[in-house]
DNA sequence: CTGTTAGCGCGTTCAG
DNA sequence: CTGAACGCGCTAACAG
């Protein structure tokens, strides 16, 4: 299979590589009609131009990096899909890499994607930490963070309204007559969990309610384990009512203690999730869970980064809106 | 941010070009010593080899495609995640793509990709016709195809065992005593689709089981289509004790169609879906369904692939087992 | 063991 | 309006 080039198609045209060159990039200073004898030699020969060879000089290889922890989580594998398509449709493929939290693979990967010279990299919930990541980021022309913020860099980032969502979940377990909520807080180095907890914190606060400590419980964000955190947690505090929960894995683990424990939710238990992943009006009971715009994250981290990469100013951070489900779990 | 190359680490190290190019590369006829030297130089720049620089002389990229019809599908988002596991494992990249089903998006994206100089394809459900489809395959140096089977071309095929799947599905619902089985049978053009039904028809013929055509109905493979789908075909066919469905999100709909025509599932009707996608066993009933290996379908995808790009004989088609998950929905 | 010479396929000077 | 030369950053052939 010998690859068709430019002389080729040169040569069958009776025309020199420049004029083949402008007539493909729809350059002017060239007549209509050499133009179109260009293109036919170009179809008829099924001439594909050399993408890498053009990178080589234009220093662009029409290409973004995409890094997420786990594409086959469904918030992930919305976010990419949202990249993608923004990217699709200025011409650009992306490179879509999973990290599986392992620090040491975001740093693999990382370094592959400046070898492979993107024009800029999308970044999802980074391990590293902020020294290494900002030298990281630093190979590439252009960046955007989601779900982090780093200080002192160029990069800009977008994420969703995480504390606020938290808030208006939690607010609405107190009008319902709540008062002892505890939540099961996800991963403890997790960002927006961090927020989430924050978010927690300051409606209860807000709320004049006390909270105890013991309310609150660190898990990972899988139905399994989550599932035994809930069990630990309802068993240790009796006294809880609600649950506000990390994650809609998470509160499908903790419907599930629930049951486990002869528990009904909501009537003995209410439980709110976060994510509104498509599971969650799917489980019974159906999830009273927050609604984040997953792909639409990707989408406008997509446009972002196109803006930047073609040198058009930028807002820093852009914090997209969230909204309350209210389904059966928490009614 | 001027990009530091070859000659830079050369000079600063005292050696020339090639020197440089032999101790990345690991070449051997380099003394020990100078190769750490250089080492330390690169290390001390900061400098990144140019992939694309590379990939002009040596003709390798070092990248993979990969073309899915919807990355947020869960199905597909584990291929994926197969494929890039198998790519990253050797140091390839893949660019993901999504062509939402939309064969002229498939063109584009097929020919972006040829731009982009892959060393090699993963086509996942292609929506093109074979003609069209093997013209484009000639423009890579090696492909695999998911989930389809093309006539007289090169690239290699995987898939998973879909009609032998439908069969012990059907036939367990067979041993439970039902005889009245119909399906909801999902897009009538998707190729699995036309598997699990061949499946499914063999089944009941081989049961002596006479099948009414009205007892197979075709559908959207998503939760709303097939819940009217499903209601529709119950109500028309109410001899029905069972229902084989095209997968599980077609299950799920029908679930919630019998939910509405207050048929108890599965006293009344049993229910059984295809692909076991993570929902399967959270969903109440929980889904009895066939279990299919999605994550290595990617994964040996993405080895096949690899195979054949360095030449290694290759079987022609992969088919990977299933197995009958039994959960509540058809016990 | 190391350096020199030639391109890879294309776009960007500059001349015609 | 068109063409000839040069170079992007790197590696494959040869030399030394």
Redesign the pocket.
Known sequence: MQ?I???DVAREAG?????V?RA??DKD???ED?RSRVHAVVERLGYR??GI??G???KRTGTLGLVVPDNSNPYFSEVSRGVEHAAFARGYNVFLCNTEEDPQRESIVLQSLTEKQVDGLILCSPRLLDGELSKALNYFPASILINRVIENHASSAIRSDDDNGAGIAVQHLIKRGHSAIGMLAGPERSFSGRLRLNGYLTALKDAGIQHEPEWIQFCSPMVEDSQKAAVDLLTHCPELTALFCFNDLVAVGAIKASMQLGRRVPEDIAIVGFDDIPLASLVTPALTTVHILRYEIGRQAGEMLLAKIEGKPMQALTVLPVELMLRTSAP
């Open positions: 690859r080039t430019m002389a025309v020199s590589l420049m004029t060159s493909l990039n200073g060239i007549s050499t131009p050399s060879a053009r080589l000089v234009t």
